[in-house]
């Protein structure tokens, strides 16, 4: 769900298509078996995944990711710098950086979001979030892109043009507009002020494979090429409050305050109060949502894509829940109030 998820084909380009099995042709190791290659998952860019078996009895994923489209090169070089960080990330095992090919190890069929129910949740989400600070502790500046004031109030924008604009077809008053822009430097200021670290930036459900019951290595992590340099919270809220599974709100703070006290004794420089650091993930939390509710918009209205709409109802639920609670956000609230056409609600703030 990064910012430069673009248009996908429903049908795989037969010039594409061709030049991809015929460099799959060319790969002596792993022997791959080219009759039994099959999509394995869709995605909101114009990557495509296909599952493959070879002689070896495996299977295999590859990639096709078009350039200039897609950013090979970065999925390989932060596959390489998670592996080193010991998360469980695809091998690449064959690359064409110019075609845009990738063969890479099988992390399985599984995500998180198949396998999630009460009775498991509460290990899964552990796992995670021990891999997410095993990623943290070994953060280091200027090795990913940094996300500054320019990449956070880029991604609002998203939220002001495409939800506002193009899906509630709304032109903003100048009042309105800053009324906007005072939140959006509030957020922006508190994620600044957050201590920086590796940052996956879409690390929840749908990204992460579930490895087996008892495997190490959970969760197996996806979707990492947009990495960058950012806020201590913002994968740890992309987890705990996923677009598409929602949880407790008793259960989503035990676990944020179980990754608090876990990331504190790892050394991780996280507020030293738990008041302080929920409101740091709550805020982080709110800036995140903003840029889906766009990101759903663009997906159904640019791309066709408009499955995502269904999402937005619950993302629109951490919006309001979160904008309720403090003061500072709660004008977001009474302009989303005022054009969505709905009576205000009754708040409180601390």
């Not at 280091?140 to 892109?145: K, T």
């Not at 508190?190 to 929840?204: E, G, I, K, T, W």
């Not at 639920?317 to 609670?325: G, L």
């Amino acid at each position: 769900m990064s910012t430069n998820a673009t248009p996908a084909h429903s049908a795989p380009d037969s010039d594409r298509q061709s030049a991809l099995l015929d460099w799959l042709s060319k790969i002596a190791a792993p022997q791959l078996q080219l009759s039994s290659l099959r999509p394995a998952s869709t995605d909101a860019s114009f990557r495509r995944y296909y599952r493959l078996e070879a002689a070896d009895g495996l299977s295999y994923i590859v990639m096709d990711a078009p350039p200039p489209m897609e950013n090979v090169a970065s999925f390989v070089k932060v596959a390489a710098l998670f592996r080193s960080c010991h998360l469980t990330v695809p091998a690449v095992l064959a690359q064409d950086l110019e075609l845009g090919f990738l063969l890479l190890s099988d992390l399985g069929q599984k995500t998180y979001a198949q396998v999630l129910t009460h009775d498991n949740a509460h290990q899964l989400y552990q796992d995670a979030i021990d891999s997410l600070i095993l990623l943290q502790t070994q953060s280091q500046p200027e090795v990913l892109p940094e996300y500054d004031r320019a990449f956070v109030l880029r991604e609002l924008n998203i939220f002001s043009e495409w939800y506002l604009g193009k899906h509630l077809g709304v032109s903003l008053s100048e009042a309105q507009q800053q009324t906007l822009n005072k939140v959006f430097e509030h957020l922006a200021a508190s994620a600044l002020a957050q201590p920086q670290v590796f940052m996956h930036r879409d690390y929840h459900s749908r990204n992460l494979m579930w490895q087996g019951q008892g495997t190490p290595g959970n969760p197996g992590v996806l979707d990492f090429q947009d990495a960058v340099y950012g806020p201590i919270t913002y994968d740890l809220v992309s987890l705990l409050r996923d677009a598409y599974v929602q949880w407790d709100e008793e259960m989503v703070l035990d676990w944020a305050i179980r990754y608090w006290e876990k990331a504190k004794r790892a050394g991780l420089p996280v507020a030293t109060d738990i008041d302080s650091f929920y409101r740091d993930f709550e805020w982080m939390g709110l800036q995140r949502h903003l840029k889906i509710l766009g990101i759903f918009a663009r997906l159904s209205h640019r791309d066709g894509k408009d499955n995502y709409l269904a999402d937005m109802p619950l993302v629109l639920e951490y919006v309001r829940k979160t904008a309720h609670r403090y003061k500072e956000l709660v004008p977001l609230l009474r302009l989303l109030d005022q054009l969505e056409q709905k009576a205000p609600q009754v708040g409180y703030t601390f």
